[in-house]
């Protein structure tokens, strides 16, 4: 293979066209090659520059692709030996696991144990319950719900339904009429860019730490996204006042992600004023507020003024992600605009499920599955801070599905998610969620979703967890 | 308001921005103003020609407006009167109307009886095998299937079960590994449009009757619709071999919409060869081909050619549009590059929907509610062929859920339109499906979709019908 790196882009089989970015793409398809034994165990790569020559990209995407591969485990790199092509054991399967390997695609494969951040426990998914409203929704149903929707928005059961525990649960000023259902908060956001954009809208603030998939698809769009800091209050909302031409912020009040701080009332006063003194519009990721254990809930920014500020939701945290279902609450004179951009088509989930989560949640079953849920998740968080609290800072954890844990100093990162990749142990660094550009003092840190896991792979999970901690 | 004309366009709150075309938007807005009664009965509206002026359009789209109104009841033309907003009996509303006109938005308002084409019988929905499905989905679902997404394609266990079943009753070779899952047909063409423009395709031909809302989907993607001429054989594909410059071809080869005829073998013949000699694309949308009456299935143009054909399933006709599901055969070679415009999030229905639908034609529920639906429709097109075949020439009835009455000379289509209004029936006219560029002989005539109404309304709808035919 040495002899032909002058073709080794292109048996990359390398798509720059795909959006996700030159250094996702290139690190997927590295991947996939050393996954896929078409680069076997052992084989040294090119250097990252001849690579970035070779590709016609810059150097450092390649050192990045690199280093996270090297992080996962798929690659190696020692002093003087280069990069090369890890040798390492096949990981065992989980059932789950094996069926997405026989999907092939962008799939999410990799170890048998994941505490990677983003997902609620699947196994506690309330099928008995669910069906029994999926019948109570079928019988009562009216034939239109079967037919194209009437309704851009929605189904107005749902909106009527959400309405009420929205406002109930998380203080949301939430007339139906002003609720745009989606299918979740990435389909969310795409609208929300879209009718940014049709404003004019060049740029929107960030959080300093957020998701790259967000951040990437508000480039998509031709959103430019500003970073601001984060620290133990939250997002320092304060820096908005001193930046022109920013249209938009994206905050996750209740629960910054990754770092787990709520968004305290001064900079959630400075976030509503420098909305109503520019004519700004503030997006509210609202995605575990359900999750809060010990203090009072934290209610949602949108009550402060729901006509600045467009709350987002989804049941892919406190349901499943597969149901595809999120819903925004967005001021009333931009509700015409969300619509413009959602087009034709009602691109939420079918007219059935979204009748079954109406059904769920005016039943009381989304209140009780939530209440269980949190019990479950509690339990784990402490169980987590007990096993690891005495080697490691553990952060964040008031809320939600994941806790921040700060390493050792002169423990790095890689290092860490290296040994978990040896041990089969999926884990996630709080570096790979900062900004581009942002200004924040260096951290290490991981960010341990204690929700991901199933009950029953917990224990082993977290005896894991403990093992590859220094 | 005769003093105001001068906001009048600005009154109208007419959105150009909502890719719904001009004349749409005015129209819908138009109707909107008439039916809240912001304009009163009997106001007079300016001429077309200064409401065209005021609002910096062409005269003609305001007069296509207008007459569209006309014939759907709202506005009334008297020589030397104009046109003014007509004294209206409200409607009946059927229950299911009461429900949509609850729900704002551009709603598909109007009469209590429909013989509008696009629609099965929502009342034939099978309620209770659905139910039986989705409880085994539900109980067999791996925890995964609750997940993200692994594969953007959708659920392997539904492509799997399409597979089986369009190579069986369609003969359509369907690899599980070229199928691709979307929200029902408009999101597929959405993606294929994406796909072609990612091609660097400009144009595409169309048949010179179809979906307005397809032409207007592909010009929206930057894609320059061309009519082909349509005749009792189906679309004349010969003139495509005349045409430079033009991608793909979007066809109704199993039963042409909306004039019902079947595509010929030749002409099945003529546009593989096209095809094949210029790299063009076929699009196949076979929006009902499960439903055929009087003589042997015609299978799927895409067994000619599956490196060629694109097919596109639904289940919106067989089954229920509300469900939001629908499938693409895709060219191997066509995959990527349909995924990379699907992008990071699965659109699709939700899992459980994917996996209920599977389950639901695995254990051959799908085949017998087709059965059984086909019977209904069978029936209900020989009562239609009986109650108006004598006044009308009636044709397109092999297959399908709609039929074309030719009207006789001198009568036009808006009258009778206008008379189905006034009765409480909503009938749909050929003309208004003809692409605008389309070189065809004049044809009054009306797309009548007998597949619309529910059984109990179904002897109603066809008396009302045959009340107001000539």
Redesign the interface.
Known sequence: MTDSWATFGADLHL?L????GLRAGLTEALREAARSGRLAAGTRLPSSRSLAVDLGIARNTVAEAYAELVAEGWLTARQGSGTRVAERARPRRT???A??A???????RGPSYSLQP??PD??G?P?AA??TA??RA??N?????????????GR?ELREALAGYLARARGVYADP?RIVLC??F??GL?LLAGALR?RRVREVAVEGYGLD?HRD?LAKAGLRTRPLGVDGDGARTGELGGRAGIGAVLLTPAHQFPTGAALTPARRAAAVDWARTTGGLILEDDYDGEFRYDRQPVGALQGLDPERVVYLGTA?KSL??????GWMVVPAGLV?EV??VK???????????QLTLAEFITSGAYDRHVRGMRLRYRRRRDELVAAVGGRVGVSGIAAGLHAVLDLPEGVTERSVIQSGAWQDLALDGLSRHRHPEADLPPRAALVVGYGTP?DSAWAPTLAALSAVLP
């Open positions: 798509d066209s795909t959006g996700r059932q789950a696991a069926g997405a026989r999907a092939r695609g962008p799939a999410r983003g997902s699947l196994s998914f099928r669910w069906l999926a019948r079928l019988t149903a009216p034939n239109e719900a079967f037919g194209y929707a009437v309704d851009p928005r107005i009429e299918a979740g990435v389909h795409t049709a998939i698809l892919s499943a992600p597969g149901l595809r279902t015409e619509l413009a087009g034709l088509t009602d691109w939420t989930s079918s007219a059935l499920e199933s």
